[in-house]
């Protein structure tokens, strides 16, 4: 009884309740259990250790990984019983559950690591004639021509490079400036097809059914509520449309608020999911497609789906 009594002392902290249902069902590591709770290695590990001298939790090793598990503890079935009604009680464990399955996808997905491996080699050995804009120069001619919509498009950069396929694209910033930049840009080099609106991405100046494609090229952190935002670009695509999202994965640089006037600081894999399935989208995938080589590292998230 009294080790039964310790376990439950354990667990009455929400982190370990969390942790614990992780573990039951699936042997983790700590770098995945640090991207599927959001926390850092040192709290996990502080927590792991605790779980573990209590005998609640195991380790094994395979390969270079110490993957942790739970272990068969006394009084296992009543400790079970708490721990579950425990956990129906944190608003945290729905997202936990989703963002395990994102992880287990991920440590199933070799290919990608193996690509993501060959990307991380462009552009580092010099090569005659071979850059990323010239990359992007041949996938965009290989692109299906249609309306496309460029939301918080800024300089609108993208957008010009865009309209070279594109049936019409329309480039959407809150900014006047910008806006009237963009639009002197594209009037100068000819770009007739490309149209700047003033708007806020919560509510783009679009007609419902009117699109394509749906572009968020590093815009959405910049929303005060990134969810409506990314309904917002459902309701303005067609039926079969997608949309694309590239924006920061989460970091901890706050100091982006103010360099940057960002409003979030990235979201996560599961968060950036979260919205586009919300909205009614389909199909969604998600990836972490670059990380930069100079501090704070920030690293780019990829998602996109239909709708």
Known sequence: MSSLLKSLKLIADPTRVRLLRLLRGQELTVAELQEILGMG?????TQLSQLRAAGLVGDRRVGKNIHYGVTEAAGAEALWAVVGQAGDELPEVAA????????????????RAYFDQLAGKFGRAYVPGRSWKGLCEALI????????ADLGAGEGTLSQLLAQRAERVIAIDSSPRMVEFGTQLAREHGV??????????????IADASVDLALFSQALHHAQKPARAVAEAARILRPGGRIVVLDLLRHDFEEARELYADVWLGFSEVELEGFLKAAGFSGVGTAVVDRESEPPHFQT?????TR
């Open 141 to 148: 001619k290989l692109m299906e021509p249609g309306v496309i």
């Open 192 to 205: 007739d097809n490309l149209e700047y609106r003033l708007g806020d991405l919560e509510a783009p100046p």
């Open 301 to 305: 998230l990829l998602a996109m789906g």
């Open 96 to 111: 936990d559950s989703a963002a395990l399955a994102l992880a287990l996808r991920k440590r199933s997905d070799k290919a």
């Open 41 to 45: 290695q040192s709290r996990i590990s």
